[in-house]
Every structure is written in C-alpha cells, then in structure tokens.
Antibody, heavy 119, light 110 residues
Framework: QVQLQESGPGLVKPSETLSLTCGVS??????????WGWIRQPPGKGLEWIGS???????YYNPSLNSRVSISIDTSKSQFSLKVTSVTAADTAVYYC????????????WGKGTTVTVS | QSALTQPASVSGSPGQSITISCTGT?????????VSWYQQHPDKAPKLMIY???NRPSGISNRFSGSKSGNTASLTISGLQAEDEADYYC??????????FGGGTKLTVL
C-alpha cells in the first residue's frame, strides 16, 4: 500500500521559492503505471490541482500556475518534489501530495498535508 | 480554467437521500467520462469516493453513487448517516489535459 509524507518549510517569505518533498513508501516510485501529484487548499477554501508527474518525468500543470510551478521526481530517493516560485500570500495553503495508478486525473492516495504560510 | 459549480451547502436527515450537483462545460464534465468525487472531513485529507462518473473504489459504501447528464454530474448519498457530514468536491479531466475541481459542498446531517 502506497504511503505518502510531505515535508518542507512551513514558512516562506514573499517573492521566494516554496519547495516541498513527498516521500513515498510501501511501493516503488519507479513503477511505470503510477502518477504522482500535488493538490493545495487555501485556508477555508476548496481544493486546487497543482500538477502531476509520471514515473518517466512527463508533467501536467495547472495553467493558472504553470509558469511558477515545477514538479520533479527522484527515483533514487523514492521521492518527488514541488517548487513554486515568486510566492505571495495567495500561495498560503495546505499542500497535499497524491498518487494514483494508471491515470493522473484521480487521486486515491493522499499524504496528510503540510501547511505552508507565505509571510 | 474555471472551477466547476457546486452548491455551497446541502442538508438532510438521517436515513434520507441527498444529491449534490456539479456543473461544468463541454470541455470538462460534458466532454469526458472522467468525473470524480472526494469526501473531506475537517482537518483530514480528501478521500476518493467516486471515479469515472459512477465507479466506487474498493471499500466505499454502495450508499454513494454517481451519475452524469450533459454538463452536470451528480453525487447521491442514500441512507444518510451522521458520519457522512463532510465537504464534498467534484473533479473533472479537461480538454487541456488538466484537472479542475468544484468549489465544494458542505453536507450537514440534521
């Protein structure tokens, strides 16, 4: 059973880069039929899809964030990462890492989430 | 991409059935069979309840069902239970190969 755990700074200054990592356990991150992704949820608001990456590094991004977001995968460390550049207060949110077998547009395994505040 | 439209809140009494709608466009909900629903309890991660419009993942109660007509998808919960009280989000694949969520619906079990 795949298990995911987010890690990274809880506080980021405006205009800097937000960097988060998701550790994967219980399953090989190199498995060809898995997709790994990020979702965020601002305080008191709804879910927002950030993007997804395949085992081979093919990425899909939310167009509203596209120019500021990058997702990468490190199979040697069994983890994948999120970077958001030029952050503002609007990027304050709980960030969840997710996974799904076969497709990237559903998420059936979620991390517990990590709160990132931009201030 | 614009968020899918969901009612802000719905309510029902234990044992009753409720339906939550999710309206999009022909570029997302109406154009594909890739609609999903998520349940989120306070301070918890969301949980996948329905995928491919009407399929339930293993372990999800058959009290939860999904459907779609045109640009509107629906989640129906029958035999409401107190534990169903939560926020519900719909999601759809889009023609831009991205994913869009609805704004969320708060379900209150009276």
């Amino acid at each position: 059973q795949v298990q995911l755990q987010e890690s990274g700074p809880g506080l980021v200054k405006p205009s800097e880069t937000l960097s988060l990592t998701c550790g994967v356990s219980g399953h090989s991150i190199s498995t060809t039929n898995y997709y790994w992704g990020w979702i965020r949820q601002p305080p008191g608001k709804g879910l927002e899809w950030i993007g997804s990456i395949s085992h081979s590094g093919i990425t899909y991004y939310n167009p509203s964030l596209n120019s500021r977001v990058s997702i990468s995968i490190d199979t040697s460390k069994s983890q994948f990462s999120l970077k958001v550049t030029s952050v503002t207060a609007a990027d304050t949110a709980v960030y969840y890492c997710t996974s799904k077998e076969w497709v990237y547009y559903y998420m059936d395994v979620w991390g517990k989430g990590t709160t990132v505040t931009v201030s | 991409q614009s968020a899918l439209t969901q009612p802000a809140s719905v309510s029902g009494s234990p044992g009753q059935s409720i339906t939550i709608s999710c309206t999009g466009t022909s570029s997302d909900v109406g154009g594909y069979h890739y609609v999903s629903w998520y349940q989120q309890h306070p301070d918890k991660a969301p949980k996948l309840m329905i995928y491919d419009v009407s399929n339930r993942p293993s372990g999800i109660s058959n009290r939860f069902s999904g459907s779609k007509s045109g640009n509107t998808a629906s989640l129906t919960i029958s035999g409401l239970q107190a534990e169903d009280e939560a926020d519900y989000y719909c999601s759809s694949y889009t023609s831009s190969t991205t994913v869009v969520f609805g704004g969320g619906t708060k379900l209150t079990v009276l």
